[in-house]
């Protein structure tokens, strides 16, 4: 097989064709510090390259190979535990999830319009653009628009405050970063086109280390507009097709995946007006995830304050794809007891994080958290 149809990267291709090595086959009968010798290529170079070579051998790939004991273990001694997160670009957000986003699983950030979430998603694909010592993973990301254009003035207006909101990087460091040359657009307004977007598009860029951040903004409008209630198996199936891509490309590549959702309003007798903003003010079939709480409520006709009626979209067969489900809102005035705007990002479930929340304000630089409002 010929070296260029691997999914490497072309510096390492180019390394190996340097050294005479002519098949993949004859990669394999060196050693690692052979082949160090031979090509010059640095000790984690020559690992990337073996174990490429050695999943085609073997008639597999990354995303269909088992995971072992050893490999866990070499995963574990490769990133250490201060680099197992992905920092959100604010001590008190990163706080709050003990680091930042998890680097393998689906996390999910959904809330009611105006809450920031696609703010904080537009942060993010900058965090993860910083040297691994200011809690970046040194890569590019990948963002995903299902329903408006890519936000791209508030993009630059992010970039151009950088320096105010990175007081923890050196100047010199935010000045190096070219970060509008690293962030990948993709649209797909349906089901099919976003399903082709992360099974071969993306794969791509994570292998070739030129991306390490998934952002999907928003995963439930394709879905809102191809199923309706008599397509719930259809739906159901698409999306733990679309979950389980996503989970393979995570743990595949240690990549943190972001998806925006939507929230809504349960239908429920009897149910008062929807809160500004949630998707059942204008959409009159929304998909949403009806919690046991608010059955047993309904059932004993206790009433619900507004926000608390919120559910994510998509159901359950979406919340078990997720690894993290955070949830963002937006008081008005009139919710507020002290009659402000505020906004709480809200910890609903997650494997090593407790219930917890804290506010936070959307500036001109970005998503900041409040001090003192995070838990202890």
């Known amino acids: 097989m010929d070296l260029d149809q691997l999914d490497l990267n072309p510096r390492i291709t180019a390394a190996v064709k340097k050294a005479k090595l002519k098949s993949i086959k004859e990669i394999l009968h060196f050693s690692g510090p052979d082949l160090q010798r031979l090509t010059g290529l640095s000790g984690p170079d020559v690992q ?6 050695s999943s085609h051998l073997r008639g597999s790939s990354i995303f269909t190979g088992g995971r072992t004991a050893l490999d866990l273990r070499l995963q574990t001694e490769r990133f250490p535990e201060q680099h197992q997160r992905l920092s959100l670009g604010c001590p008190v957000l990163d706080g709050l999830l003990r680091g930042g986003l998890p680097l ?10 105006s809450a920031g979430k696609t703010q904080l998603a537009l942060q993010l694909c900058l965090a993860v653009q910083f040297p691994r010592r200011h809690g970046g993973l040194e890569a590019g990301a990948v963002y995903v628009c299902t329903e408006d254009a890519f936000p791209n003035k508030r993009l630059q207006q992010l970039i151009a405050q950088q320096q105010r909101l990175r007081t923890d990087a050196p100047a010199d460091v935010v000045e190096k970063i070219k970060f509008g040359d690293h962030i990948f ?26 991306a390490r951040l998934l952002v999907i903004d928003s995963v439930a409008a394709p879905f809102r507009c191809e199923f309706d209630g008599l397509a719930s198996v259809r ?18 590549f240690r990549s943190p995946v972001l998806c925006i959702n939507q929230v809504g309003c ?17 959409d ?9 709480a608010m059955q047993e409520d309904t059932a004993l006709g206790l009433p619900r304050a507004p926000e608390e009626r919120l559910a994510p979209a998509l159901g359950i067969t979406w919340s078990n794809q997720l690894l993290v489900r955070l949830m963002a809102d937006r008081h008005r005035p009139e919710e507020d007891p002290l009659g402000r705007h505020t906004r709480t990002l809200r910890v609903v479930f997650a494997p090593h994080l407790p219930p917890s929340s804290c506010s ?7 998503v900041r958290g409040t001090p003192g409002t995070e838990p202890c």
């Open 48 to 53: 990337h390259l073996l174990r490429t070579v």
């Open 104 to 113: 393998d699983g689906i996390t999910e950030l959904a809330g009611r319009s």
């Open 185 to 210: 657009i993709e649209h797909a307004a349906d089901v099919d086109t976003l399903l082709e977007c992360v099974s071969k598009k993306v794969p791509v860029l994570l292998s070739r280390g030129r």
């Open 235 to 252: 739906r159901a199936r698409a999306l733990q097709a679309l979950g389980a891509a996503l989970r393979r490309l995570s743990w595949a």
């Open 284 to 292: 009159p079939h929304p998909i949403f995830q009806v919690t046991e």
């Open 360 to 366: 936070y304000t959307v500036n001109a630089e970005g």
């Open 266 to 282: 349960p239908p429920c007798p009897p149910c008062p007006p929807c809160p500004a903003g949630s998707s059942s003010a204008t």
